[in-house]
């Protein structure tokens, strides 16, 4: 392993939440937090068009925006409009935010379209009048990770997801009453950020009858709100199991430069064993639908392109072409 044990420590925070640190691409969790939208979007695409000036949609989103997936589709959506439906060209603009917070705008009005992982806050934005129309976008997988030294003894083979969960939970307490001498003890890093990622493994844990962050000291479930990359790099470092998903897996094992690994994604790649798979058989509970939805404030001006925008990611030959060829990589990221 490429970093010592004190190097380690740093990363290693107990149930009390991590500091907010900035990522890799100069964001920090400050922009994710409620009530505090981002003023200025993360990047505005014009489809190729240098003379396009004006900002006709607002998207929010996530992940599928730091993979690339929603600049893909924007420039694609741009194009297909100047083509096809003769307007002038316009721009996209992207606003970085999580789930929650990309409702959140919505809601406000900041943006026209809310790119989101959750199919129970969709559905009552829906109910509630936020939004007035929702479409599939495609469909993401998450990815059960941890340490190739397995203290869990995780059965890829025969064990489903839930089982995996509460071996995980009955071996971390095991562990906090009786700490291992051979072996580092089993622990769980949770990005604790009311992310999809993360509300797709505290729905996971409440399925198995646990709710570990609700104790009052779990050692053996680590807090660390980061953004994908860096909790996945950390769990790494110090063999813990840990959800994410596969973009992020991807950007880890590929963040090369001139053909070599960082030596941070080394070290932590040689300890890396991903356990499930949600293209898996029988790995449905990891599937990862993404929804796109219309907001209820969106400009008089706009609606028009916005309403084109949803009616667009369902063509085949339109959005959905876009997620069959979208890669990371060289690896196709997500499905229709």
């Given at each position: 392993m ?41 990047e505005?695409?014009?489809?190729g ?7 006709r949609?607002?998207i ?15 420039d ?7 083509d096809?439906k ?5 721009q ?23 790119v ?7 559905k ?9 129309r ?6 993401g997988?998450f ?7 397995n203290?869990?003894a995780?059965?890829?083979?025969k064990?489903?997801?839930?089982t ?16 291992p ?8 890093l ?9 509300i ?7 399925k ?5 962050w ?5 050692k053996w479930?680590h ?9 996945l ?9 840990t ?8 950007t ?11 030596p941070t994604?080394v070290?932590a790649?040689?300890?890396?064993e991903v ?9 449905q ?17 706009d ?15 339109g959005?959905?072409?876009?997620v069959r060829?979208?890669?990371?990589c060289g ?6």
């Amino acid at each position: 392993m490429l970093f010592s044990a004190a190097s380690a420590d740093k990363f290693a925070g107990t149930h009390h939440s991590a500091p907010f640190t900035s990522s890799s691409s100069g964001s920090t969790l400050h922009d994710l937090v409620p009530n505090s939208a981002p003023t200025k979007p993360r990047e505005v695409y014009n489809g190729g068009y240098k003379d396009a000036r004006c900002i006709r949609l607002r998207i929010a989103c996530g992940g599928a925006g730091e993979q690339g997936l929603i600049g893909a589709w924007a420039d694609a959506f741009i194009q297909f409009m100047v083509d096809d439906k003769h307007l002038e060209p316009f721009q996209v603009a992207w606003y970085l935010g999580d789930t929650t917070d990309s409702l959140g705008m919505l809601e406000e009005g900041c943006v026209d379209i809310a790119v989101t992982y959750n199919e129970a806050a969709e559905k009552q934005c829906l109910s509630s009048g936020v939004a007035t129309r929702r479409v599939l976008g495609m469909n993401g997988h998450f990815l059960l990770v941890g340490p190739k030294s397995n203290p869990a003894a995780l059965n890829r083979e025969k064990d489903d997801v839930l089982t995996m969960f509460s071996k995980i939970t009955a071996a971390g307490k095991a562990d906090v009453a009786s700490p291992p001498t051979s072996r580092s003890p089993v622990k769980f890093l949770s990005r604790f950020d009311k992310s999809a990622t993360n509300i797709k493994e505290s729905e996971l844990f409440i399925k198995t009858g646990q709710a570990p962050w609700a104790c009052n000291y779990s050692k053996w479930y680590h807090l660390y709100p980061e953004f994908p990359e860096q909790a996945l790099r950390v769990s790494a470092l110090l063999g813990e199991y840990t959800l994410t998903d596969r973009g992020a897996l991807l950007t880890l094992v590929n963040n090369q430069k001139d053909g070599v690994l960082s030596p941070t994604n080394v070290g932590a790649m040689e300890l890396l064993e991903v356990f499930k798979d949600g293209r898996d058989e029988g790995a449905q509970e990891l599937l990862l639908p993404c929804h796109a939805l219309l907001g209820a404030k969106v400009a008089a001006k706009d609606l028009d392109i916005a309403e084109a925008f949803l009616d667009w990611l369902t063509r085949f030959d339109g959005g959905r072409k876009v997620v069959r060829e979208f890669k990371k990589c060289g690896e196709v990221l997500y499905d229709e």
